[in-house]
């Protein structure tokens, strides 16, 4: 046998040994070969034999002595492995011999390996792949080739490639290569390839290679696609590139070109436009160098053409976009800064540099971190750099949006801007930051804020709850106002982001669903509201300012409802003073009236007596017909007295004294079953009044107290006492224009145990001539409440059906001791005529001035009459000589008496003067008149008050004696 040792150089240069298996088979079993003939051999053939085996003998030993030299020293690693168990894993393998590539690779020595396994050495082969494939050639015996693969363990991370083969003796024996170096080269090698046909495939660059010496040139695809041929439309020519390329382009290029092969410049890089095939003009970027050869001669051109027709577009559009952006931002209402990575504002235009008052070049300077800005939060206090929006949104890289900050300039002015930054994602940018002047509208939200904070109304702002059918069940507190806490006494801090129904459970659910339709439809609504708990009446506008929320502006109205109330009470009230007003210029007139023609009845009666004789039998008749005309005449003053002009002069009197004088007449005008108990007060209660009007309350009212009481046996208590204009209030008055002048009152007080007073019959009992006893009475508290009224007082009254009645009369308290006390008049004699005198009588009423007329005549006067003012002035300027006095009527038609006196006072300014009228003489001589009468006559009156009054003034002027 002839043994095969062949050396192999692989690729990359690194050698491998292929040994042929057969001879090594043969080399290891031929001492224990047995030779078996077929037929007996010849002695020629068995020394032929022999010499034969001897020759294999000495080649066996020189073989193994090449084997071991080889196995001991080839490039490659190799390992004999002796295989126990069943050769599964990589600890069934154990090193029986280890070449020294095989120590270099692992890095061991030969006693290191020797009787280890090969997962001591190779900790991760079993996930190698290998193990399966030596198992299979130590079952089968034959030999395998595993391709290379990466192997890694915490050592190693190589490439192996690996030849396994079984030898007679059972053990397995590997030959591998180490080949990462070759393999980095190769994937390197490779992926270049890759990347450059990827790149030669999706390229538009197109590639020329231009032979100078040849004067051949090779255009690539990309070169004629990028001007619209195939590769065969376009020739390997340089006149191709000159025919495209426009012609004033060319002389450029080669100027450029000569100056490349000069060495006069670098490199060539130039623009022109060739032209497409479908006829219009491609901009392109042409580059190239120069291949050299040894003696500096340019040999070859190898360039790049690159269609920037795009690229020029996008270049003017960019040019264009730039303006724009930069006419734009100019022209911005806004700030817009921006900064580079390390903060450095590198931009910004006029707006942000208005608003911050610095110049561009003042701007540019700084960092947007930098500590010379002065910025302030809201409330006032500094803001630190690391609160800025624009650094905040450098180091958090993200959007910081509407950071309202105040920017103090050098003269303290404060601008507010609200800032929104974000990182800018290109190279070296940090962030661009935009903010708008808030100034106005801070200010302006100062305001609203000081308004809701000040407002009377109150507001409240909700969000509304609904269930999952979207049915309104509860609403939200978000914000109210300081109003809104005062009118309801519930406090912010206890009510926002809580509900209603939280905070007011009893809230009736009509209030929900009045909210929800507000808060859901956007229609608003107004109403007003009375709370009980408050006791105040408010005005509630409900609005939605956004969906889901509505907002409710609460005004306390109780001020306008009470007014209202009031207003319809006034009204009531003035009702009832116009009709009572009415009231009183009926009686008025009626009284005035009824007074003349009582006058002329009593005036002719008395006329119709005198001419009697004594024993006349119709004396009586016509003296009864007297006593009634006079009592007629006491109830028009009474009447009179009601409606408040039956003014009597004033005294000074102590109310409980006047009530101890009459206390005897009162017992005996009541039911002998009714007592009179009296609680007077133990010090003078001095009011300023009339005495014998008091008298006449007095009796008015405990005669009222006893025909409450009827006929059971009852009490009438009489007190009088002080009491404050503030206590008045607490009754009901009985006139409702009543109203307190002075601090402090009598009380006149008379309470009784009679019926007592409905309530509807309260604001009729002071009505005349209302009563509920039979018609024809109910005169007495009228007049009484006429008294009163015209001395400043007022009557209350306090009553209960079925448990009597109190009427308290309040007049003011006197506290000034200087009082001048009434002269009484001077008594005068009936004057004895001593010549005839002529009397002007001025009287509207007929009857009274035909009657006035007898009676002067009767007394000797001469008698002028006028039925009106005008008239007299007129008779008066003709008979002035011989009119010696003026009587005259007040209340009359165009002229009355004190314009009468005045007229004829101008023509005789001493002309004596007697002015009559049915009213009392305080009340007649009120007026503030510049001429004043000698004396007053009260109608009706009798002959002999007319006499008596003459008498006065005659004697007076020396007239009559």
């Given at each position: 046998m002839i043994a095969l040792l062949r050396l192999q150089v692989d690729m990359h240069g690194g050698a491998f040994l292929l040994v042929n298996i057969d001879y090594l088979y043969f080399l290891t079993q031929f001492n224990k070969r047995e030779l078996f003939m077929t037929e007996k051999p010849t002695y020629e053939e068995l020394e032929q034999r022999i010499k034969e085996l001897e020759l294999a003998e000495i080649e066996l030993k020189r073989s193994e002595e090449l084997f071991r030299g080889l196995f001991a020293n080839m490039t490659s690693g190799s390992a004999v492995y002796e295989v126990i168990n069943d050769g599964l894993k990589a600890s069934d393998y154990i090193v029986k011999r280890f070449n020294n590539k095989g120590l270099e690779i692992e890095g061991r020595k030969l006693e290191d390996v020797l009787g280890k396994t090969l997962f001591d050495l190779r900790p991760n082969v079993d996930d190698y792949g290998l193990i399966p494939v030596m198992k299979k050639v130590w079952e089968t015996g034959i030999s395998a080739y595993y391709p290379v693969k990466l192997y890694r363990d915490n050592n190693f991370s190589n490439y192996y490639e690996n030849y396994i083969f079984k030898?007679?003796?059972?053990?397995?024996?590997?030959?591998?290569?180490?080949?990462?170096?070759?393999?980095?080269?190769?994937?390197?090698?490779?992926?270049?390839?890759?990347r450059f046909e990827l790149a030669m495939q999706f390229t538009n660059d197109g590639l020329f290679d231009w032979n100078l010496e040849t004067n051949q040139i090779h255009y690539s695809s990309g070169w004629k696609r990028m001007l619209g041929y195939d590769d065969e439309e376009i020739k390997n020519e340089f006149s191709e590139w000159e025919r495209l390329t426009k012609f004033e382009d060319m002389k450029a290029s080669w100027d450029m070109l000569n100056e490349l092969l000069e060495g006069k410049r670098e490199s060539f890089e130039k623009e022109f436009k060739m032209l497409h095939k479908d006829g219009h003009w491609v901009d392109i970027l042409s580059r190239a160098n120069v291949v050299f050869n040894e003696e500096g001669k340019g040999v070859r051109?190898?360039?790049?053409?690159?269609?920037?027709?795009?690229?020029?577009?996008?270049?003017?559009?960019?040019?264009?976009?730039?303006?724009?952006?930069?006419?734009?931002?100019?022209?911005?209402?806004?700030?817009?800064?921006?900064?580079?990575?390390?903060?450095?504002?590198?931009?910004?235009?006029?707006?942000?540099?208005?608003?911050?008052?610095?110049?561009?070049?003042?701007?540019?300077?700084?960092?947007?971190?930098?500590?010379?800005?002065?910025?302030?939060?809201?409330?006032?206090?500094?803001?630190p750099p690391d609160e800025f929006a624009s650094v905040r949104a450098l180091k958090e890289k993200h959007l910081v949006e509407n950071l309202v900050m105040g920017i103090v300039k050098e003269d303290n002015e404060v601008t507010w801007i609200s800032v929104s930054s974000t990182p800018v994602p290109l190279e070296g940018y940090g962030v661009a930051i935009s903010f708008s002047d808030i100034t106005e509208r801070k200010r302006t939200e100062e305001k609203y804020l000081t308004l809701f904070r000040e407002m009377l109304d109150g507001f409240a702002l909700h969000e509304i709850i609904c269930d999952e059918n979207g049915k309104p069940t509860d609403y939200k507190f978000l914000t109210v106002n300081p109003a809104f806490e005062r009118m309801t006494g519930l406090k912010a801090a206890d009510i926002v982001d809580k509900r209603v129904l939280e905070v007011l459970p009893d809230t009736e659910k009509y209030w929900i669903e009045i909210y929800g339709k507000v808060a859901t439809t956007g229609e608003p609504t107004l109403f007003e509201n009375y709370s009980n708990e408050l006791k105040k009446y408010f005005e509630v506008k409900a609005f939605r300012p956004a969906y889901g929320q509505f907002a409710c502006i609460i005004s306390d109205i109780t001020e306008k409802k009470q007014a209202e109330i009031k207003q319809k009470e006034l009204e009531a009230i003035n009702l009832r003073l116009q009709k009572t007003d009415s009231l009183g210029q009926m009686a008025g007139g009626i009284a005035h009236l009824f007074n003349n023609y009582l006058y002329a009845v009593s005036g002719n009666l008395e006329l119709a007596l005198e001419e009697l004789p004594d024993d006349s039998l119709i004396r009586n008749n016509l003296a009864?017909?007297?006593?009634?005309?006079?009592?007629?005449?006491?109830?028009?003053?009474?009447?009179?007295?009601?409606?408040?002009?039956?003014?009597?002069?004033?005294?000074?009197?102590?109310i409980s004294e006047c009530c101890r004088k009459n206390l005897t007449n009162l017992q005996s005008s009541i039911n002998s079953g009714t007592i009179i108990e009296t609680n007077f007060i133990d010090r003078e209660l001095l009011i300023r009044f009339n005495e014998s009007q008091m008298d006449r309350v007095i009796k008015h009212l405990i005669i009222n107290a006893n025909e409450s009481i009827g006929d059971k046996r009852g009490r009438i208590n009489l007190t009088t006492k002080t009491m404050p204009a503030s206590d008045i209030s607490k009754f009901h008055l009985l006139s409702v224009d009543s109203k307190s002048s002075v601090d402090t009152y009598v009380c006149l007080e008379v309470t009784d145990n009679g019926c007592g007073i409905s309530e509807e019959d309260f604001h009729k009992i002071s009505d005349p001539f209302f009563t509920t006893k039979f018609t024809g009475r109910g005169l007495g508290l009228a007049v009484v409440s006429g008294i009163v009224k015209s001395w400043g007082g007022m009557i209350g009254v306090r009553s209960k059906v079925g448990h009597g009645s109190t009427f308290m009369v309040f007049i003011p308290l006197y506290e000034d001791n200087s009082i001048r006390q009434p002269q009484k008049p001077t008594q005068s004699s009936q004057p004895e005529q001593k010549e005839l005198s002529t009397v002007l009588l001025v009287e509207d009423h007929e009857m009274v001035r035909n009657m006035t007329t007898s009676m002067l005549k009767r007394m000797g006067f001469e008698v002028i009459s006028a039925a009106n003012g005008v008239e007299a002035v007129k008779l008066f300027k003709k008979y002035k000589e011989s009119i010696n006095c003026l009587i005259t009527d007040l209340s009359?038609?165009?002229?009355?008496?004190?314009?009468?006196?005045?007229?004829?006072?101008?023509?005789?300014?001493?002309?004596?003067?007697?002015?009559?009228?049915?009213?009392?003489?305080?009340?007649?001589?009120?007026?503030?008149?510049?001429?004043?009468?000698?004396?007053?006559?009260?109608?009706?009156?009798?002959?002999?008050?007319?006499?008596?009054?003459?008498?006065?003034?005659?004697?007076?002027?020396?007239i009559v004696s």
């Open positions: 030898i007679p003796s059972g053990e397995i024996v590997t030959i591998y290569n180490d080949i990462t170096i070759q393999k980095n080269q190769e994937i390197a090698l490779q992926e270049s390839k890759e051109v190898v360039g790049t053409h690159v269609d920037i027709t795009k690229q020029k577009r996008i270049e003017e559009e960019l040019r264009v976009s730039v303006i724009k952006h930069k006419t734009i931002l100019e022209a911005l209402p806004v700030g817009v800064t921006v900064s580079d990575d390390a903060g450095n504002i590198v931009e910004s235009n006029k707006a942000a540099q208005k608003m911050l008052g610095l110049s561009r070049e003042e701007h540019l300077k700084r960092k947007i971190q930098g500590n010379e800005w002065s910025i302030i939060r809201e409330d006032g206090s500094p803001m009864e017909a007297m006593r009634a005309a006079r009592r007629c005449s006491d109830v028009s003053g009474s009447m009179l007295t009601y409606i408040g002009q039956n003014v009597v002069k004033a005294e000074l009197i102590d009359m038609p165009e002229l009355d008496g004190w314009g009468t006196l005045a007229e004829i006072r101008k023509i005789r300014p001493n002309i004596p003067a007697i002015l009559a009228s049915g009213y009392d003489e305080a009340f007649a001589m009120s007026r503030d008149n510049l001429e004043k009468p000698q004396a007053f006559l009260h109608k009706p009156y009798t002959m002999k008050d007319l006499k008596s009054v003459l008498g006065q003034v005659m004697n007076s002027l020396s």
